[in-house]
């Protein structure tokens, strides 16, 4: 069976360093960024190349200086994945 981990955009948080009491920080690429009225939405490829979109406030992005090609690490709690297996 095909196993899939969805986390809700707006748990994620993006930094621009890897964080070192995370168990959960992936690190991948931005791909698109996408300002909204109430925030940025921000689509990455993760290293093993698999999607994550993230949602940040304005000032959030606006800390991190957000840009396509940019090297980012995404960080998520555990309690904000669902498991999803695929038949």
């Known amino acids: 069976?095909?196993?899939?981990?969805?986390i809700k955009a707006p748990s994620i948080s993006l930094h621009a360093a890897p964080?070192?009491?995370s168990?959960?920080?992936l690190s991948g690429q931005?791909?698109?960024?996408?300002?909204?009225?109430k925030n940025h939405e921000v689509l990455m490829q993760l290293a093993g190349?698999?999607?994550?979109c993230a949602t940040l406030s304005h000032q959030d992005a606006d800390k991190l200086?957000?840009?396509v090609q940019q090297q980012l690490w995404a960080s998520f709690s555990a309690e904000s994945i669902i498991i999803a297996t695929l038949c």
């Open 49 to 52: 190349g698999q999607p994550l």
């Open 65 to 67: 200086g957000l840009h």
């Open 23 to 25: 168990d959960n920080c």
């Open 30 to 37: 931005v791909t698109s960024v996408k300002s909204g009225e």
């Open 1 to 6: 069976k095909e196993v899939l981990a969805l």
């Open 19 to 21: 964080l070192k009491e």
